[in-house]
């Protein structure tokens, strides 16, 4: 008995501290016009965008099952400043179409004065929805493509972390010397 509960914990403790990374790149080609007379200066401005993604996720077991303990999902893009500005919609779009096939996209915890703010009958939804999620990642990268213009460097990153509160969700602009 005793032996059966020291293993419990210790396969517990091994799931804990074990979690599953993904990790997957998505590149952008600039965006050029080969038959206009002004290709020269807008391939110069348009270079290719990167965005990479990792994943993680951790599972407790307990008891014959399992569920989720935490999630998160970082975004960097990567690529020329006025590249990022030019190619704002598409960014934005791809990461909302990633976010939205995510298997957590449906556990992110909602800011709390929103959910509780539904005065219906029984528990309230602690969980955020598809728009609200979508909504935030806009304006997350909106913001952090707007703070570009600040930076100094002709290269720049933007890092956004979307974890499993989406109060907590954030994107930050970083210059690349180089």
């Known amino acids: 008995m005793v032996v059966n509960n020291i293993?419990?914990?210790l396969l517990?403790?091994?799931?804990?501290?074990?979690?599953?990374?993904?990790?997957?790149?998505?590149?952008?080609?600039?965006?050029?016009?080969?038959?206009?007379?002004?290709t020269e200066s807008k391939q110069s401005s348009s270079s290719p965008?990167?965005?990479?993604k990792q994943g993680s996720n951790a599972y407790v077991l307990s008891s014959g099952s399992s569920h989720i303990a935490s999630f998160g999902t970082a975004y960097n893009i990567l690529g020329s400043v006025s590249s990022?500005?030019?190619?704002?919609?598409?960014?934005?779009?791809?990461?909302?179409?990633?976010?939205?096939?995510?298997?957590?996209i449906g556990y992110v915890i909602a800011e709390k004065g929103k959910s509780e703010a539904t005065?219906?009958?029984?528990?309230?939804?602690?969980?955020?929805?598809k728009s609200t999620i979508n909504a935030k990642i806009k304006n997350e990268i909106q913001k952090s493509?707007?703070?570009?213009?600040?930076?100094?460097t002709k290269q720049a990153?933007?890092?956004?972390?979307?974890?499993?509160?989406?109060?907590?969700?954030?994107?930050?602009t970083h210059g690349i010397v180089g």
């Open 12 to 38: 517990t403790g091994l799931v804990l501290g074990l979690s599953i990374l993904t990790i997957s790149s998505i590149s952008f080609l600039g965006f050029t016009e080969s038959f206009s007379q002004t």
């Open 119 to 129: 005065k219906s009958p029984g528990l309230a939804n602690p969980f955020a929805d």
């Open 7 to 9: 293993s419990i914990l």
């Open 145 to 152: 493509i707007d703070s570009t213009s600040k930076i100094k």
């Open 84 to 104: 990022i500005k030019q190619s704002q919609k598409l960014i934005t779009s791809t990461i909302i179409n990633d976010y939205d096939k995510s298997p957590f």
């Open 49 to 52: 965008l990167h965005i990479t």
């Open 157 to 172: 990153v933007i890092k956004c972390d979307f974890g499993m509160e989406i109060k907590r969700w954030n994107c930050s």
